[in-house]
């Protein structure tokens, strides 16, 4: 007999417009926020704030070991640390959590603008594109390179195959995304072998550090999972920028006068940035599974059934954030948006994305005069939400 909790409330796969999704979810908040589809052999969401940080609270009862996004991806190994819950998550994010401090940061901040200028220049030059295709979608690849310290060799290699895993994985080409993917566990492999060949002081380089690292036994960490990190990494960093910054430039292009406004005066940058992320929130939604039957608003969910904690709609949540539609500078209780998730698996490297997010959009309104854009964006599906494509015509500085 059919399970009648298993309702089919949402379609996750209908073609999207730039407002659409959005538009769904503030339906869905109020007529069903907790939903299920039969889509992708069935998952729940939920919509509302509450919930979705309650859930990311109790790792006890929403687990992250078994399916960490819908539709289900991980087709390799485990990687660490967002496949593991805590006790055993705890040691690769003590490793992790020190290279991305204030002072790290600010070390790395010339190596970033000088990546992002790089790219950035000529695109202006030209008078604009399709700012995904020549500027996001090799970003964060770029970036990756210098973090990890590599030698122009492999930093080309990851360069290139950032690139078409990213494409591979918008344009849902599941051969692709199965033949970059191993090609990235690869490139992780050959990171992990050049330091091994060529050590560095582990408080300056992350793959030495975990080569460096005892576990409470005093063992070394297990170098299938270490490969996991370093692949995990690679990937995870790579693409919500890559969606985001797109969908940035749209409203930037809807809106001069915010341009205007953050071209006048730089400082309202990371203001303006961490407003975006709760506006424009690139992972949709990352997933937890349950580890025993819980209710929730009055909904029954059964034990193993995957939870996709709809984030992009946590953050329009009007009881939480109001006019939630709206880009408001400096929102009061801005800091209760989850773009970057929350508790133990919040972002780790949420640091670097401010800082990579805020030279960029430096980067592009100090280099232009005016931003417009200049044909109909591309949308992304799950588990992300952002752009694909985003046609530009940008006017350059003079
Ligand atoms: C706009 C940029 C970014 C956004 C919006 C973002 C968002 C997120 C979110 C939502 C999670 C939690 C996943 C979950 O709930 O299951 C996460 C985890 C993570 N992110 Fe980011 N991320 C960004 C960029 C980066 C970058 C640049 C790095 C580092 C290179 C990074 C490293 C990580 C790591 C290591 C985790 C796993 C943390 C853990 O499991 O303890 N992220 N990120």
């Known amino acids: 007999m059919a399970d009648e909790r298993l309702t089919d409330d949402f379609n996750p796969l209908p073609p999207e417009t730039f407002t659409s999704a959005h538009e769904t979810f503030a339906e869905m908040r109020q007529t069903c926020p907790v939903a299920h ?227 006048g005066d730089r400082s309202l940058i990371p203001a303006a940035v961490e407003e975006y992320l709760r506006l424009f929130t690139p992972y949709r939604g990352f997933a937890r599974t349950a580890t025993r039957d819980v209710v929730i608003r009055g909904r029954t969910i059964k034990k193993d059934e995957p939870i996709a904690l709809v984030y992009a709609s946590a953050n329009r949540d009007e009881s939480v954030f109001p006019d939630g539609d709206q880009f408001i500078l400096n929102r009061p209780n801005l800091k209760q948006h989850v773009a970057f998730g929350g508790g133990p698996h919040q972002c780790a490297g949420a640091p670097l994305a401010r800082m990579m997010l805020a030279i960029t959009l430096e980067e592009l309104l100090g280099r232009s005069r005016h931003i417009e854009v200049s044909g109909p964006p591309r949308m992304t599906g799950w588990p992300e939400w952002g752009t694909l494509s985003a046609p530009l015509r940008i006017v350059p500085a003079s």
């Open 37 to 263: 589809t039969s889509a992708w052999n069935g998952f729940w969401a939920l919509l509302r704030h509450e919930d979705v940080s309650a859930v990311l609270k109790d790792y006890q009862t929403y687990t992250t070991m078994v399916q960490n996004v819908v539709p289900r991806v991980a087709f390799t190994g485990r990687r660490p640390p967002l496949h593991l819950d805590p006790p055993e998550h705890t040691v690769y994010r003590r490793i992790l959590v020190p290279f991305f401090t204030p002072e790290k940061m600010a070390r790395f901040e010339p190596a970033v603008r000088r990546v992002t200028v790089e790219l950035l220049q000529p695109f202006i030059a030209a008078g604009g594109g399709d700012i995904c295709a020549e500027f996001t979608h090799r970003l964060p690849g770029y970036v990756f390179a210098e973090f990890f310290n590599l030698s122009t060799q492999l930093s080309m290699a990851i360069r290139e195959v950032t690139r078409l895993y990213d494409l591979a994985l918008q344009e849902a080409d599941d051969q692709l995304v199965k033949q970059t993917s191993l090609q990235l566990y690869d490139l992780a492999r050959g990171i992990i072998e050049l330091r091994k060949a060529e050590p560095m002081d582990p408080a300056e380089d992350m793959t030495s550090a975990f080569l460096a690292a005892r576990d409470s036994n005093g063992e070394p960490l297990p170098e299938a999972m270490i490969l996991g990190t370093i692949r995990q990494l690679i990937v995870v960093g790579m693409i919500a920028p890559s969606v985001f910054i797109g969908s940035v430039a749209i409203h930037l292009s809807e809106h001069p006068q915010v341009q205007a406004q953050l071209r």
